[in-house]
């Protein structure tokens, strides 16, 4: 399951098209559930890409710099070794 909440966000529908218009005030969240696929790969030159997909074919790509992947890594160890989540 995707949600998708986009904040303050307007579009313009004018003979087919979409057009934003308004401030450039924006803010969006993104989640993804009960994923089914995972890929980690390298992205570009300087970037580690993770991209998680569902069963209703909806994806999300996010792409970090090392450190901020190793971080990611971290963190999951750390739940690994202290969280209900892994017993």
Same mark, same amino acid.
């Given at each position: 399951?995707?949600?998708? #909440?986009?904040?303050? !966000?307007?579009?313009?529908?004018?003979?087919?098209?979409?057009?934003?218009?308004?401030?450039? #005030?924006?803010?969006?969240?993104?989640?993804? /559930?009960?994923?089914?696929?995972?890929?980690?790969?390298? !992205?570009?030159?300087?970037?580690?890409?993770?991209? !998680?997909?569902?069963?209703?074919? #909806?994806?999300?790509?996010?792409?970090? !710099?090392?450190?901020?992947?190793?971080?990611?890594?971290?963190?999951?160890?750390?739940?690994?070794?202290?969280?209900?989540? /892994?017993?």
């Amino acid at each position: 399951m995707l949600t998708l #909440n986009l904040e303050e !966000f307007m579009v313009e529908l004018k003979e087919g098209s979409l057009k934003h218009v308004g401030p450039t #005030n924006k803010a969006a969240t993104v989640k993804l /559930y009960d994923i089914d696929g995972l890929e980690v790969r390298e !992205f570009g030159d300087e970037r580690v890409k993770l991209t !998680f997909a569902d069963d209703e074919g #909806n994806e999300v790509e996010i792409a970090l !710099f090392p450190e901020q992947a190793s971080e990611v890594a971290r963190g999951i160890e750390a739940l690994e070794d202290g969280s209900e989540v /892994y017993d």
